[in-house]
């Protein structure tokens, strides 16, 4: 796999927005609160130097749009804690059109390599659902679970290059070609070019271009751009907005209503949707989306997870949210039957399809049994 996407993909930059600077330092202090300092235990510089920050790594903390694509790509880098993994980057890559379904997600951390500034990027190799349950992080890192380093696969190494002439880009790349199976490549090499600036000035950068490319056997390419610079993204500002109430429980939500002025669920409504919710390791408990499955149906409040009941008001049909709902909103220090231990943390995705609220008739139910949510 390549360092964000798997092919070529290509486009050019624009000036960077003041709205897309103040999102960058907003980050940026989150990224403080977690400590995003210090290199692995990898790193070759003496102790005393590990509380430098990652400087590569924290001038990429924010999100990036592509210009020439139709769909435009997203990419999003945050900073999430993650143990024995100082200074972790959590990314996401995904058509602006379905920002539910990322095609590229993973880890990258900034050390010293044998004296040399290294960019390291991370497969996630865990749990076969947990790039499923993390989607979507990256608009509220502080929720991002405590996922284990044994989870992470290193991919790629990327050594970073300081820029020789002021405005000029930083640039980090592999150096030699690794080995890949993707696409019918057996080697592939990666660049990426990160050029600061912007109307805020200081808020890290606002140009970001990669280039992979994948070649077979003979040295022929046979994926990637055929030249420089590559794919390019602009900063932006995140469609995507992030709340985390005082009892603990973040929303995000992904995807506006269709209908910014159509009926929103109201207490004592019914909603239904598909949804999916997965453990804090990413293990899929339940979804809706399963074979042979309809819909889920309910009253809220009414389910058994008050988290679930709370983080639903007010949506509106074609609306997608996320969900990360702590122990005391959910099934707390007893659990639920057998696929939900004592003390767990529930991550939902959600997808309304209508509401009924209490002053409109309900229609009846039809079609097999609808997903239910483990009840106690």
Not at 102 to 129: C, H, N, W, Y
Not at 289 to 295: D, I, L, N, T
Request: hydrophobic share 40%; net charge negative.
């Amino acid at each position: 796999m390549s360092v964000f996407a798997a092919a070529a993909l290509a486009v050019s930059l624009s000036v960077v927005a003041a709205a897309g600077d103040e999102f960058a330092f907003r980050m940026l202090d989150v990224a403080e609160e977690i400590r995003l300092v210090g290199p692995s235990s990898i790193d070759d510089r003496p102790a005393s130097g590990r509380s430098e920050p990652a400087t590569l790594a924290t001038r990429l903390i924010g999100s990036f749009k592509s210009e020439g694509n139709d769909p435009a790509l997203m990419l999003h880098i945050a900073p999430v804690a993650i143990e024995g993994l100082p200074g972790a980057l959590y990314f996401e890559v995904a058509r602006a059109d379905s920002p539910w379904a990322p095609f590229r997600q993973g880890i990258m951390q900034e050390f010293t390599k044998r004296g040399v500034p290294t960019l390291r990027v991370f497969d996630l190799a865990g749990s076969s659902t947990l790039k499923d349950a993390l989607v979507g992080m990256w608009a509220q890192p502080a929720a991002f679970p405590p996922i284990a380093v044994s989870s992470l696969s290193p991919n790629l190494d990327l050594a970073i290059t300081p820029p020789k002439t002021s405005g000029a880009p930083t640039v980090a790349s592999t150096g030699i070609a690794y080995p890949t199976i993707k696409s019918g490549a057996v080697e592939m090499t990666s660049r990426m070019e990160v050029t600061d600036g912007g109307s805020g000035g200081g808020a890290g950068a606002s140009r970001v271009v990669i280039c992979d490319r994948g070649f077979d056997a003979s040295g022929t390419q046979v994926w990637g751009p055929a030249a420089d610079p590559g794919i390019a993204f602009v900063r932006t500002t995140p469609e995507a907005a992030a709340t985390k109430r005082d009892d603990g429980l973040t929303i995000i939500n992904l995807v506006p209503p269709a209908d910014p002025a159509g009926p929103r669920l109201a207490p004592g409504g019914t909603l239904v949707c598909h949804f999916s919710f997965w453990l804090a390791d990413g293990t899929l408990v339940e979804s809706s989306r399963k074979e042979g499955r309809v819909p889920f149906r309910s009253a809220v409040p009414g389910t058994p997870i008050k988290g679930f009941d709370a983080g639903v008001q007010g949506m509106g049909v074609g609306e997608r949210r996320r969900l990360v709902v702590p122990p005391d909103l959910a099934y707390g220090k007893d659990g639920a039957r057998n696929s939900i231990p004592p003390d767990a943390t529930l991550i939902f995705d959600i997808e309304c399809l209508s509401v009924e609220n209490p002053t409109e008739a309900a229609p009846s139910d039809n079609g097999s049994p609808p997903a239910d949510m483990p009840g106690k």
